[in-house]
């Protein structure tokens, strides 16, 4: 394996996951505000454009993976499902959500679980559809988590996938680059006081198997008609795959 797969927060000797979570739990006081001032916003539409996707679909319960504090789970309400849970290995970010879906009143129908992506305790086929907005890339193991993924979504049932990915075209390449390496890095470190935390977002970022090399990925697992939909001038990607 090679080191590109193995980019790590804090580059210590704990396991991927273990510094992913303490990472997470770490800034996850800060986490929203940055999320959303560091990408201008912009993750909202994103968001909002990926759950459109699963209109056709209808359906009823709902697994958002690398959850977060919930605003893939809470956009995910648009489609009037029954069920969505909401699963992250921080225990400090699914407080934060936690205290969310109370203040929306939207605690009857999301339900935030701590959770590995890579080994979940759902049976196969239990989901409709399955969502990931930013989570992918700090998977330990991409490929076991991916093959999890397809195991609990029932037949035709879809995956969402929302991950970064790297700009191809001037100037937006550039901008995205400078922004990347410069701007999120200083201010992350100066607002949540983790400056690896920042860091590490360009580099896994940099690391991630985008475009058509995850969209072989996928396929090779067994996601049929797959499909990648670059967006915001590919800043991001939105990935779909069938079972």
Do not use: C
Not at 8 to 17: A, E, L, R, V
Not at 24 to 48: A, E, T, V
Not at 187 to 195: A, E, F, P
Request: glycine share 8%; charged share 30%.
């Amino acid at each position: 394996m090679s080191n590109k797969t193995e980019v790590k927060p804090y580059n210590t000797t704990k396991s991927k996951k273990e510094e992913v979570a303490e990472m997470f739990d770490n800034i996850s006081g800060k986490y929203d505000f940055l999320n959303h001032f560091l990408s201008l916003g912009i993750d909202h539409i994103w968001r909002k454009k990926a759950i459109q996707l699963l209109k056709p679909l209808k359906p009823q319960r709902i697994l958002d993976l690398a959850t977060g504090t919930g605003d893939f789970a809470i956009a995910a309400l648009k489609l009037n499902p029954k069920e969505i849970i909401g699963m992250d290995i921080s225990n400090g970010m699914l407080e934060k959500g936690r205290d969310k879906m109370l203040k929306k009143g939207v605690e009857n129908i999301i339900d935030m679980r701590n959770g590995d992506s890579e080994n979940m305790p759902f049976e196969d086929g239990y989901f409709d559809a399955l969502t990931v907005g930013f989570g992918v890339r700090n998977y330990e193991n991409l490929e076991k988590g991916l093959s999890e993924m397809l195991r609990v979504l029932r037949k035709d049932g879809m995956a969402v996938i929302l991950e970064f990915s790297k700009p191809k075209k001037f100037p937006i390449k550039q901008l995205f680059q400078f922004y990347s390496k410069r701007i999120i890095p200083f201010l992350g470190k100066t607002i949540s006081k983790d400056r690896s935390a920042y860091a590490y977002l360009p580099e896994s970022v940099a690391a991630f198997p985008e475009g058509q090399d995850f969209i072989d990925i996928l396929t090779k697992l067994g996601y049929r008609d797959v499909k990648a939909r670059p967006v915001s001038g590919g800043i991001a990607t939105i990935y779909t795959g069938i079972k």
